[in-house]
T-cell receptor, first 115, second 112 residues
Framework: AAGVIQSPRHLIKEKRETATLKCYPIPRHDTVYWYQQGPGQDPQFLISFYEKMQSDKGSIPDRFSAQQFSDYHSELNMSSLELGDSALYFC??????????????FGPGTRLLVL | DQQVKQNSPSLSVQEGRISILNCDYTNSMFDYFLWYKKYPAEGPTFLISISSIKDKNEDGRFTVFLNKSAKHLSLHIVPSQPGDSAVYFCAASGEGNTPLVFGKGTRLSVIA
């Protein structure tokens, strides 16, 4: 079965540079979530989209922005990168159905290293 | 403040025995609970979930128990296998498609 696809899998950037992470949800999934996992930490929610509209916002820095496109893929744009942004970035997708609870399925993650 | 707590950072179990991983939560608005398994450098893999209207859900070797009054859930793995060795995250969410709140994980080691 098709899973969540994330690209790139690894990314190395310098401080103050920009980065774009991409996420392709499971086919027919219309909800995308972004999480950040620092070393030895649990995943922390950043932002989510349902039907191309932002649905929830977590601890996402103002330097980051994200959007969901018409084909439901999502991109996380990160600017003015800082050393502390080095982390694993996970995307998850689910099939949103109003008030129903739907399981979130995670992609393999993008490992970002800021030097 | 950690809304989802996994107080055991690690657990070692003999192959064939039962593994019991525990999770406590503080937010009474949580009504959907999930367990994920995670290997290094991979994304969390969904294992099993339970809605707050149930107290038990079973899927093969995995059973999740929910005690709402105690705000406690546990994952039982029987029998444990060496391939079960991984970090297990407990996660919770509110009603609808809301973000997950994770515990800090428990590293399970199944010894052959």
């Amino acid at each position: 079965a098709a899973g969540v696809i994330q690209s790139p899998r690894h990314l190395i950037k310098e401080k103050r540079e920009t980065a774009t992470l991409k996420c392709y949800p499971i086919p027919r999934h219309d909800t995308v979530y972004w999480y950040q996992q620092g070393p030895g930490q649990d995943p922390q929610f950043l932002i989510s989209f349902y039907e191309k509209m932002q649905s929830d916002k977590g601890s996402i820095p103002d330097r980051f922005s994200a959007q969901q496109f018409s084909d439901y893929h999502s991109e996380l744009n990160m600017s003015s990168l800082e050393l502390g942004d080095s982390a694993l970035y996970f995307c998850a997708s689910s099939l949103g159905r109003g008030g129903d609870q739907e399981t979130q399925y995670f992609g393999p993650g993008t490992r970002l290293l800021v030097l | 403040d950690q809304q989802v707590k996994q107080n055991s950072p690690s657990l070692s179990v003999q192959e064939g025995r039962i593994s019991i991983l525990n999770c406590d939560y503080t937010n009474s608005m949580f009504d959907y609970f999930l367990w994920y398994k995670k290997y290094p450098a991979e994304g969390p893999t969904f294992l099993i979930s339970i809605s707050s209207i149930k107290d038990k859900n079973e899927d093969g070797r995995f059973t999740v128990f929910l005690n709402k009054s105690a705000k406690h859930l546990s994952l039982h793995i029987v029998p444990s296998q060496p391939g079960d060795s991984a970090v297990y995250f407990c996660a919770a969410s509110g009603e609808g498609n809301t973000p997950l709140v994770f515990g800090k994980g428990t590293r399970l080691s199944v010894i052959a």
